[in-house]
Nanobody, 124 residues
Framework: QVQLVESGGGLVQAGGSLRLSCAAS????????MGWFRQAPGKEREFVAA????????FYSDSVKGRFTISRDNAKNMVFLQMNSLKPEDTAVYYC?????????????????WGQGTQVTVSS
């Protein structure tokens, strides 16, 4: 079965950086677009970033554009989210997700497989 496992979350001060990783198994990874979403307490899950099958197209939410970078390594079945200049409002559980298609703007409903999430906490 499809398994997505996130790692790399933690506690960081505002202005700091974190790199999230997601290891995928049980799917033809290079055939899937991958995305990162986040959910803060009391809020709906929201789109953060997405990348196409070979990495040629990348999409970002306005709130993270210029600070976050999504990338993937198809040889290792992994996708990454480099997060710089972190802000307290970036605090959330971050989820990795896979989608057979990718149509902008990426939406939660387009992604069929999800990881368990990793907590990111940014202190002020």
């Amino acid at each position: 079965q499809v398994q997505l496992v996130e790692s790399g979350g933690g506690l960081v001060q505002a202005g700091g950086s974190l790199r999230l990783s997601c290891a995928a198994s049980g799917l033809p990874f290079s055939d899937y677009a991958m995305g990162w979403f986040r959910q803060a307490p009391g809020k709906e899950r929201e789109f953060v970033a997405a990348i196409s099958w070979r990495g040629g197209r990348r999409f970002y939410s306005d709130s993270v554009k210029g600070r976050f970078t999504i990338s993937r390594d198809n040889a290792k079945n992994m996708v990454f989210l480099q997060m710089n200049s972190l802000k307290p409002e970036d605090t959330a559980v971050y989820y990795c997700a896979a989608s057979i298609g990718l149509a902008p703007p990426p939406d939660v409903r387009d992604f069929s497989s999800w990881g368990q999430g990793t907590q990111v906490t940014v202190s002020s």
